[in-house]
Each structure stands twice: as structure tokens, then as C-alpha cells.
């Protein structure tokens, strides 16, 4: 019985991803051709013209910010996760989440603006930091990475949260006092018993924050002006600036790739990792 | 205070509490593991301990994939294998079916004998406490009420509280006729007792306990001073035991139990005489058991 999932996932998914990579390998129509696309003489011309050494370094950046900002958000939200599920009486953790997202229903770009006056030179921020020393001139941080970074933790940190904290709720707490029972203490607890219960929520929450933070653009639109760009910001100027859908496609199907690249990746890496701390700890039999 | 971690006290926890992410072998060898037992060692100790409780085949399966009583077994072994001085069981068979529980009760027992490891055994179920206890405490909001050996509690229990627990008791409410070793009840019934609790006041007011196994019917008024009579409520069929479920005048209940051979069914409603021997019947001071526990000693 799973195909509303099946339909729901082949029309919101599938369908438009089709439409993606076959416009990928389309060219921009002329002047009196209707559609954004010709399709007529299908070419990898896009790609060849979208890696280019300015791809490739934007694309370094993004990775950089993107997983610079979900290991920022993961050390973050980790802590903040584990105190609402583990310190919070049950009546109170409810609110707590609630209050994790109610900034949420202002505008993303709203309070994406909001951080410019935050950070503003003349800001509040700024002035505050001088006035107690700790910077001799005013901060310059706007439409920078380090501005883009900070947006990006700030809007992507209640993904890492929910998640982890989800995982974290439902560890039953007798399994940790059964871990000290056995003499573990509290950090050797924390590390065997709540860390790999919590898994599979800390990778959702890191693969989550790390796809949607990558393939972000408004972020460096707003707060990263042209030093701040990511790879999202090349992809929407060729869509919507130089109305260039074929490039923009190619560029998002790129995108698509290299990510899912990473991902494998990480996931070998991680793979491998247990395996090696397997093979020291030995088989318990 | 020492740590929990630090106490040479293992626990079989209540739900089992297994680590759900490591199989059976691997939550044996945690406790090893943390106490930086050498490899050969603990390997050799985890398959001792899994092989005591008879789950050596099972040592690669995860808890998820094991039944109530497996995990059970693992939980123990878990908990047996750091050779803990007491081993602390946290009602660990309440959750398992009738047949399964006794079936363990027995092996525990034996397990005990053979380590000769002392095993403190949490359970609310009486039945569970006299077959395996050498020694019962009987605890009641967090104080210990009686400590003793299962028959002393059941003979000689030191509470009403005590002997509604342990066992099943009928609880008679009236006051002590001055000193002596006898009660008026509320309706003005005299009952005779050959004990009473130690520091019982002149005219005190009390609950005369007497149990079920001791409580005979008949049809014509018996010679015995302690008697009543009764009608049949219901017949309640315990497999080698009857239970007469007794009204009394004043609406109370009465239970009497006989062994089978002894009794034939009676028709509800028929009249006859309760009666006890007065060495079957206990005075306690008077404490209000429903309204604090509900009823303690019903089943």
C-alpha cells in the first residue's frame, strides 16, 4: 500500500528532476521560439560550458560553508537536543521545541535581513563590541563568507535539532542507568550507550543541514554580496538573470551529482571508521 | 555516597533495559569492557555466562530479535558476569506469561544455589516471594514493615499490613475486649484470637485477621465460639482449592477455601455457618489498609 508515497514522490520528485536534466542537455531557444528551452538538438554543450574554473572554486566554497556551517550546527544542536530530551521534564520539553520554531513563521528572507543590521558596521553589534574592547575598529563582517557562515548556521541549526532530538526523546532511560549499573561511567555512557542510540538522528540532522545549507542561495544573496557567493547564487543568476535554463540545469544537475558525491563519501569514511573501531575493540565472543 | 557505577551491585532491570544497538555477546562483555578486562579473559567470561542461561546460540542475535524470556536470560548474564557480590533483580519476571515466570523462578533459584551469589528480588507478587525467598522483606512506602524467613512472615506476620500481603487474609474491624485475647466486632459479634501483636492497648481498636484455609463451612451452628453465619455468594474454582466467596449479614465479604476433596460445590445462596478455630484468628492494631494501598491482600 505504499503508492501515494510512490505517486506523491514520482510527481514532486522524479517529474521535475526529469525535466532538469533533459533541459540540461537543451540550448537557450531563439528569439521567437516559445518555451524557455529548444530541445531539438540535444548536446553536453552546457556542461562543457559550466565547468569552468569559477564552478569549480564557488563549488569549494560551498562545500567549505556548507560543512563548515553542519558541523557548527551539529556542535550547536547536539547539547541543545540532548538537554531538552535528557534535563527537561516531559511537560516542559514540548514548549521548548515549540519555541525552537516559532521564529520560523516570519519570512526566511525576513529575518535573513535581519542579521544585516545585526551585523551592520554601524550596528548595535558593532558598537557594542567596541565599547567593551574587544574590537578597536568597527566589524566588518558583512558581505563576507563569515556573514554567509552565520546565516547559514543561524537558519539551518532547528534542522539539526529536531531531528537529534527526536532520536535522543525515545532512548529509554533504564538503558543508561543499566550502562552505570554495569560500571560505565557517565562519559563512557554517554559515548557506548546515548551517542550510537542517537545516530541515526545526528546523520539525518547532518545530511539534512548539509543538502539544504549547500544548495542554499538567499543566504549569500543577502548577507554575502559578491565575495559571499555559493554555487546556489551561479545557478539562480543563470536561471533568473540571463534567463540561461539550459546552462542552470546543467549547473543544478552538477550540483546534484558532486553532493551525492560527498555524501558517498562520507558515508565510505564513516563505513570504514566502524569497522576500524570494531576491529580494535574485538569480538565480544 | 559511592557512585551507582562504583557499587560492587549488579541490576537485572525490569523491562531487561539490553543496549537495543548490541547483540546478546556484546551486551554480556559491557560490563567487561569497562572494567578493562583482558580480551582473552572477558571473551572466556561472556561465553561462560551465556552459556549458564543457555543462550551461547543466540549470542549474535540483537535484543529486538529475541523473545521475552531470551532477553531475560541475556539480562541476567549480563548482570552475573562482572560476579557481582549482590545481584539486585528489579521485578524482572513481571512481564513475562504465567508459565514462562515459573519456569524461571526455578531457574533463578537454582542459578542462586549454585553461585551462592546473594540476589535481592524485587517483585509485588507474594506468590513469587515465598516460593523463592530464603529471607522476606516486606516493604511498604519505602520502610521495611517485616523482615523474616517466608514462614515466619506468613505465621507470624508482624503487621495487618504483613498478613494482608503475604497470603490472602480476612480482615474483621472491631475493638479488643480490655486486655485479653479477644475482640467485639463493629455489630457486636465476640471472636476469640490466641495471639495478639505485641503493644496492643486495653480496648484497642483492631483487625482481627483470620485466612481463607481456615475458614470452615458448615451446614448446622458449629461448636466453635468463632462463628458466623453466611450465605454463598459465588464458587470460585481453583484448580486443587474451592473458594466460597461469603456475605455476611452486614454485606461484608467473607472468603473460605477448602481443598477439593474435602467440599462440594455449594449452591449460591444457600445459608451456612463460618467458622475458625481461634488459634487461626490474629488481632492487629486497627490501620485503614483500602484507602491507603487499595487491598493489599487480595489477588
Request: include cysteine; charge should be positive; charged fraction near 15%.
Amino acid at each position: 500500500m505504499a503508492w501515494p508515497a510512490l505517486v506523491w514522490w514520482t510527481v514532486f520528485f522524479i517529474v521535475p528532476l526529469f525535466w532538469i536534466v533533459l533541459y540540461s542537455f537543451g540550448s537557450r531557444p531563439g528569439a521567437e521560439a516559445p518555451g524557455p528551452v529548444a530541445l531539438e538538438t540535444l548536446s553536453f554543450d552546457n556542461y562543457r560550458q559550466a565547468l569552468s574554473e569559477i564552478f569549480f572554486r564557488v563549488f569549494q566554497i560551498t562545500m567549505r560553508t556548507a560543512g563548515l556551517g553542519t558541523i557548527l550546527c551539529a556542535l550547536i544542536g547536539f547539547p541543545v537536543a540532548y538537554a531538552i530530551a535528557m534535563h527537561v521534564p516531559p511537560r516542559w520539553r514540548s514548549i521548548l521545541v515549540f519555541l525552537l520554531i516559532v521564529p520560523y513563521w516570519t519570512s526566511f528572507l525576513l529575518r535573513t535581513f535581519a542579521w544585516r543590521i545585526i551585523l551592520a558596521p554601524q550596528g548595535t553589534l558593532s558598537e557594542v563590541l567596541q565599547a567593551i574592547g574587544i574590537l578597536g575598529r568597527p566589524l566588518l563582517i558583512l558581505d563576507t563568507n563569515a556573514a554567509v557562515q552565520l546565516g547559514i548556521v543561524y537558519n539551518y541549526l532547528p534542522v539539526m535539532i529536531l531531528p537529534i532530538y527526536v532520536a535522543l526523546e525515545r532512548i529509554d532511560t533504564s538503558l543508561i542507568k543499566a550502562s552505570m549499573d554495569l560500571g560505565a561511567g557517565p562519559l563512557q555512557t554517554f559515548l557506548q550507550v546515548t551517542l550510537p542510540l542517537a545516530a541515526p538522528g545526528l546523520f539525518g540532522g547532518l545530511v539534512l543541514t548539509f543538502i539544504l545549507a549547500a544548495g542554499d542561495y538567499v543566504v549569500p544573496t543577502i548577507l554575502g554580496g559578491t565575495k559571499g557567493l555559493m554555487v546556489g547564487n551561479l545557478i539562480a543568476t543563470q536561471i533568473l538573470a540571463s534567463q540561461n535554463l539550459p546552462l542552470g540545469s546543467a549547473m543544478a544537475v552538477m550540483l546534484i551529482g558532486l553532493l551525492a558525491g560527498v555524501l558517498i563519501l562520507v558515508a565510505l569514511l564513516l563505513f570504514v571508521l566502524q569497522r576500524l573501531l570494531k576491529l580494535v575493540r574485538g569480538a565480544p565472543l | 555516597m559511592l557512585a551507582p557505577y562504583r557499587r560492587d551491585v549488579n541490576t537485572v532491570f525490569q523491562n531487561y533495559a539490553l543496549f537495543p544497538h548490541m547483540n546478546a555477546a556484546e551486551n554480556v562483555a559491557y560490563g567487561l569492557r569497562q572494567d578493562g578486562v583482558p580480551a582473552v579473559e572477558r571473551k572466556k567470561r561472556v561465553r561462560d555466562a551465556l552459556d549458564m542461561v543457555e543462550m551461547l546460540s543466540f549470542a549474535d542475535r540483537k535484543p529486538g530479535q529475541l523473545s521475552g524470556g531470551q532477553q531475560q536470560r541475556v539480562a541476567l548474564a549480563r548482570a552475573l558476569v562482572k560476579r557481582p557480590s549482590v545481584l539486585l533483580l528489579d521485578e524482572p519476571l513481571g512481564a513475562l506469561d504465567r508459565k514462562l515466570r515459573q519456569q524461571m523462578q526455578v531457574e533463578l533459584k537454582l542459578l542462586q544455589s549454585q553461585l551462592g551469589t546473594t540476589f535481592i528480588f524485587v517483585t509485588h507478587d507474594q506468590e513469587e516471594a515465598l516460593a523463592m525467598s530464603d529471607s522476606i522483606a516486606v516493604m511498604r512506602h519505602g520502610r521495611i514493615e517485616q523482615l523474616g524467613v517466608p514462614t515466619e512472615l506468613y505465621d507470624n506476620p508482624a503487621t495487618a499490613f504483613v498478613a494482608g500481603f503475604i497470603g490472602t487474609q480476612n480482615f474483621i474491624p472491631g475493638y479488643r475486649l480490655g486486655d485479653s485475647l479477644a475482640m467485639r466486632s463493629e455489630r457486636g459479634v465476640v471472636f476469640e484470637a490466641s495471639r495478639a501483636v505485641r503493644g496492643l492497648k486495653y480496648e484497642a481498636h483492631v483487625l482481627g485477621a483470620v485466612r481463607p484455609e481456615n475458614v470452615l463451612l458448615a451446614a448446622r451452628e458449629p461448636p466453635t465460639r468463632n462463628r458466623l453465619t453466611a450465605k454463598i455468594a459465588a464458587n470460585v474454582m481453583l484448580g486443587d482449592t474451592m473458594e466460597f466467596v461469603l456475605v455476611l449479614p452486614d454485606g461484608r465479604e467473607l472468603l473460605s477455601r477448602m481443598p477439593r476433596r474435602d467440599v462440594d460445590i455449594l449452591p449460591e445462596g444457600a445459608e451456612v455457618w463460618a467458622h475458625w478455630q481461634s488459634n487461626a484468628f490474629t488481632l492487629f492494631p486497627f490501620e485503614d489498609l483500602e484507602s491507603k494501598q487499595g487491598k493489599p491482600w487480595s489477588n
